[in-house]
């Protein structure tokens, strides 16, 4: 697990053990939980970055990869042990789930931009076969939990100031009590962008309420906001324009004003009833509605066919779901016990989707019209059972049916109705041992079973057609994870997990080209890994973390990637492309004792491995590391506590690309890095008596 570069050594017992309720859908320790899960805390969190974005702080964390792409139209490339990777914008294969709502649409797509970081607690990221309890698209599942800790009345006001006008403003009200806690978080950020035409605006407004109705019922009411009105899109670079000038945009990009407005309205409420001392139940509901306006950098020409969908897309989509979950513990005797969770989920989302042409950024002529659905029915159960002292055996399964439907409202003479449905269903069951070998000392294995969809926007286009792609499979994988959790000490933890997942008809990126893609399955694909963690206190003054990923990802068949002149053979054992290598962060911290103005610094080191471009491998981002420095201070005075922060990323000014665009047609691949950048930041928290 993952640590603050800040905490003290009286403070490492409660890091190193921090309480996680993802692996087995129930509290337990970090340390005692069966499967590979890392956890970040607040103190990360504030100390990595101006809270904008998730891969400022989860970078430390083993087996993810969250590409800053520099492009808040497109948001961050985010996969775990490869799952997400094709991703040309927005969150896919990898669930999202915010205070226990869902953040993914019931077809598995989420957006990162959706997490308001600012009022984050901790931030927890689970990896492996476990992980596919939570159903379609669960290749890991990153669940964000609001900050609820505040023991008396607290009012906390940030702000953060960095190049090329980048500044971000908070403001948190936050209480916590006994049987009540309440917080409150709301944000504006701006940046001008490094790039051309990289411009970005983002509102946020997170909240959670929470009360205890009766001794035995706990009640909260979480909801979120995003007001993002600007984000333009540079779009990705050849080669050649990566290496003549970073900071160019695309031509096409700049001529058809390429950006994306988005709004989005979610809460929810979560219930947790204690029925007895040995049974509990949770419920959840909630509803949502996001609206999208995103202009792309189709050529004009290229809109003019009668089946063409035009260059801009707009839809205004409404979501809604529920689920339950009852946990019961049944004793056998005073070692062992067995633990029965089961519980069912419908989630279902609504959307009114159009298409105009783009002429230069201003909307012309109608050229799609549809009426989009699609549902989704799970029923899982899982059973722990302590068979032994030290031995504990972990089995479950679910099964999940999702449905799509498209009504076709643009019908012409040459443009068909293409109304349509299509469905999806499986059932996965997982399995695992945990061996408890010595105090300090936890050994587990995992196996288990997992599918995933494609989202609607991967089922919207067909090459050379009208109508969704009803013709793509839903990719199955079966996953194996081996791994150890061991203390030396209570000042230092070790983590490591060896994985091996073989999939069949793996969804991955066809055609690429003026921002709107076509996906297509590849058949066979095998990905194979060890991931790393250590985090330790080194005597009073020092704290080191390290973590590191080995990922080898390849096709296991040959295929044709592509259509027409495009198309390109791809070999069996060629790289999944977007798919990182190698990762690895490495941080050494000193919080000295009695610092005056309460000093403290970091140096952090973060490597990126090769990343492939295209499946035919034809060219690659270069592997890169980059230093970053930090050094913060903190003071109290007549109940406030001030705190600043100083950062320089990218100290050595690395030339690199922060992530790629996977088979663009125009061999635009790449989208660059910041150079070398500073940040300051403030922090003014009074807690009231």
């Given at each position: 697990m993952c640590a603050s570069g800040s905490a003290r050594a009286d403070d490492a017992t409660t890091v190193l053990d921090s309480v996680t309720v993802s692996a087995r859908r129930g509290h337990e320790s970090s340390f005692d939980s069966p499967a590979a899960i890392s956890a970040v805390t607040r103190e990360t969190i504030e100390a990595a970055g101006p809270q904008v974005n998730l891969s400022e702080s989860l970078s430390r964390v083993p087996g993810i990869s969250v590409l800053n792409r520099q492009n808040y139209a497109q948001d961050l490339q985010l996969s775990i042990r490869g799952f997400g990777a094709r991703s040309t914008f927005g969150i896919r294969g990898v669930r999202v789930i915010i205070d226990g709502i869902p953040a993914t649409m019931p077809d598995g797509q989420a957006q990162a931009s959706s997490i308001a970081l600012g009022s984050a607690g901790r931030i927890e990221v689970l990896r492996g076969p476990l992980a596919l309890l939570y159903g379609n698209a669960s290749g890991g599942v990153v669940q964000v939990f609001t900050e609820d800790d505040a023991v008396r009345p607290t009012s906390t006001y940030s702000a953060a100031v960095g190049p090329y006008g980048l500044w971000r403003i908070g403001t948190k009200f936050s209480t916590s009590s006994p049987g009540y806690g309440l917080t409150v978080d709301a944000s504006w950020f701006q940046t001008d962008g490094w790039r051309e035409h990289s411009g970005a605006e983002r509102g946020q407004l997170n909240g959670r309420w929470q009360t205890d109705v009766t001794p035995n019922l706990h009640s909260s009411i979480v909801f979120n906001v995003l007001d993002q009105p600007l984000s333009l899109d540079p779009g990705g670079l050849t080669r050649a324009q990566w290496q003549a000038d970073r900071t160019q945009a695309v031509a096409a990009n700049l001529l058809q004003d390429a950006r994306k407005t988005?709004?989005?309205?979610?809460?929810?409420?979560?219930?947790?009833?204690?029925?007895?001392?040995?049974?509990?139940?949770?419920?959840?509901?909630?509803?949502?509605?996001?609206?999208?306006d995103n202009a792309l950098s189709t050529p004009l020409a290229a809109q003019q066919a009668p089946t063409s969908s035009g260059g801009i897309v707009q839809f205004s989509r409404v979501y809604a779901g529920a689920g339950l979950l009852v946990s019961r513990r049944v004793r056998l005797d005073d070692d062992r016990s067995l633990r029965l969770t089961a519980g069912v989920e419908a989630d279902r989302m609504r959307e009114n989707r159009q298409g105009y042409i783009d002429n230069a950024g201003q909307q012309g002529a109608l050229k799609r019209d549809e009426r989009n659905v699609v549902d989704d029915r799970d029923v899982f159960?899982?059973?722990a059972w302590d068979f032994a002292a030290a031995w504990t055996l972990t089995v479950g399964a679910r099964h999940s049916s999702v449905r799509f439907r498209s009504d076709d409202h643009f019908i012409t003479p040459t443009n068909?109705?293409?109304?349509?449905?299509?469905?999806?269903?499986?059932?996965?069951?997982?399995?695992?041992?945990?061996?408890?070998?010595?105090?300090?000392?936890?050994?587990?294995?995992?196996?288990?079973?997992?599918?995933?969809?494609?989202?609607?926007?991967?089922?919207?286009?067909?090459?050379?057609?009208?109508?969704?792609?009803?013709?793509?499979?839903?990719?199955?994988?079966?996953?194996?994870?081996?791994?150890?959790?061991?203390?030396?000490?209570?000042?230092?933890r070790l983590d490591v997990a060896a994985f091996d997942i073989a999939t069949r008809d793996e969804l991955v990126v066809d055609t690429n080209d003026g921002g709107r893609s076509t996906f297509r399955n590849a058949g066979r694909t095998r990905r194979t890994g060890i991931e790393l963690s250590y985090v330790g206190q080194l005597g009073d003054d020092w704290r080191a973390t390290l973590s590191a990923t080995q990922l080898r990802a390849r096709y296991g068949d040959t295929f044709t990637s592509g259509s027409g002149a495009a198309a390109v053979p791809v070999a069996s054992g060629n790289h999944l492309p977007g798919t990182p290598g190698r990762s690895a962060f490495a941080e050494l911290a000193w919080a000295p004792r009695g610092a005056w103005g309460g000093f403290n610094a970091a140096v952090e080191a973060v490597h990126t491995g090769r990343i492939y471009v295209d499946d035919a491998n034809s060219d690659a981002a270069p592997a890169a590391t980059v230093i970053n420095l930090r050094?913060?201070?903190?003071?109290?005075?007549?109940?406030?506590?001030?705190?600043?922060?100083?950062?320089?990323?990218?100290?050595?000014?690395?030339?690199?690309?922060?992530?790629?665009?996977?088979?663009?047609?125009?061999?635009?691949?790449?989208e660059p890095a910041l150079p070398r950048a500073w940040l300051l930041s403030l922090n003014a928290r009074y807690a009231f008596d």
């Open positions: 988005v709004r989005q309205t979610q809460v929810g409420n979560v219930n947790e009833w204690r029925i007895d001392s040995d049974t509990s139940a949770t419920a959840r509901l909630y509803v949502g509605q996001r609206d999208l159960a899982q059973a068909p109705d293409d109304s349509g449905a299509v469905d999806y269903a499986a059932t996965d069951p997982v399995a695992g041992i945990a061996w408890r070998l010595r105090p300090e000392l936890n050994v587990y294995a995992n196996v288990g079973r997992g599918f995933e969809t494609p989202t609607f926007t991967e089922l919207a286009y067909r090459p050379g057609a009208t109508g969704l792609n009803t013709g793509l499979l839903a990719s199955h994988s079966r996953h194996a994870e081996i791994g150890f959790k061991w203390k030396p000490s209570a000042t230092h050094a913060g201070f903190a003071q109290d005075l007549r109940g406030w506590r001030f705190a600043e922060l100083v950062r320089l990323d990218n100290a050595a000014n690395r030339h690199y690309t922060g992530s790629v665009i996977v088979n663009e047609a125009n061999k635009r691949y790449f």
